[in-house]
């Protein structure tokens, strides 16, 4: 199992509409991420009192050698692009992320299971 | 069980340090957090390039009645004063937390277990 932390910007006017599509997230991309082997996955949102910060983290439960296979399929899920044009224009990606990447990675400092 | 996620500021100086004392953590502090009910702690590392973010996540395991009971006796444990006097230097506390909390409470917008 390995932990990810992730982070992005939230547009201000667009955090209402965030946290409302996320209280029942689409049935395929929920299916999706499970079937990705993502567990655990939270989204927390840091109010700055202008465009705020979202960071994310979850647990991947599968083979280290099928990570980058699994997130390529996730990505190209049933209704993942159509998911990701409502979420997108919400957020404002970070510099500094890896190539391919939406959301910035981050290091984890600590761990107590 | 109760999920929370929490931000502070670090500072840039601080941080290998910080990284450093948290690789094995004093092992008072370590049954503290873990007698508390805290579980599935992390604590991940926002390089802003200038001061950073700390984002941590947690997971109390316990009776909501005991919540506050626990978190007073955890601050009171051995040698919590002492790796407090360690850190709390290190960090930078940000506005708009609650009354008594050193670091800010997040507030979760999406979870998928």
Redesign the interface.
Known sequence: MK?F?Q?IGIRKECLDE??RI?VK?WPEI?AA??EAG??????????T?QDG???A?FEYHGPDTEFDARMARLAAAPRMREWWNLTEPMQIPLP?RNQGQWW?D????????
């Open positions: 932990r932390g982070v965030y946290r996320h997230l929920e991420i499970r993502i567990r655990n996955y939270s989204i927390f949102h840091f109010d009192h910060l979202l960071f983290s500094g910035l981050l290091e984890e400092v600590f761990h107590l299971g």
